[in-house]
């Protein structure tokens, strides 16, 4: 279960190895089929460049565009925030 908002999903772990990819698929919404990939690299000069993938067919025809144009800014605002998070001193 993951929850934004008020909005919530069921989004499964298909995937994991440690410190490094995160695989899940979204089980609603929009979507006849999703599947999301994280992957976190040790950035040269220090930190983690994050890479957020995903693959999905629309339950809707022809709602692919618009679904990839709001999932990217979703992710970009989501890796951000992911950012912000690992760079506090306080946790």
């Given at each position: 279960?993951?929850?934004?908002?008020?909005?919530?999903?069921?989004?499964?772990?298909?995937?994991?190895?440690?410190?490094?990819?995160?695989?899940?698929?979204?089980?609603?919404?929009?979507?006849?089929?999703?599947?999301?990939?994280?992957?976190?690299?040790?950035?040269?000069?220090?930190?983690?460049?994050?890479?957020?993938?995903?693959?999905?067919?629309?339950?809707v025809p022809l709602t692919g565009r618009l679904l990839r144009r709001y999932l990217t800014g979703y992710?970009?605002?989501?890796?951000?925030?992911?950012?912000?998070?690992?760079?506090?001193?306080?946790?």
């Amino acid at each position: 279960m993951f929850r934004t908002g008020r909005a919530t999903s069921r989004e499964p772990i298909v995937e994991l190895v440690a410190d490094r990819r995160f695989g899940y698929e979204n089980l609603g919404g929009p979507f006849r089929s999703y599947r999301g990939v994280i992957e976190l690299v040790e950035a040269p000069g220090g930190g983690t460049d994050i890479t957020w993938s995903a693959t999905f067919v629309p339950k809707v025809p022809l709602t692919g565009r618009l679904l990839r144009r709001y999932l990217t800014g979703y992710m970009q605002r989501m890796a951000d925030g992911l950012a912000r998070y690992a760079g506090r001193s306080d946790i």
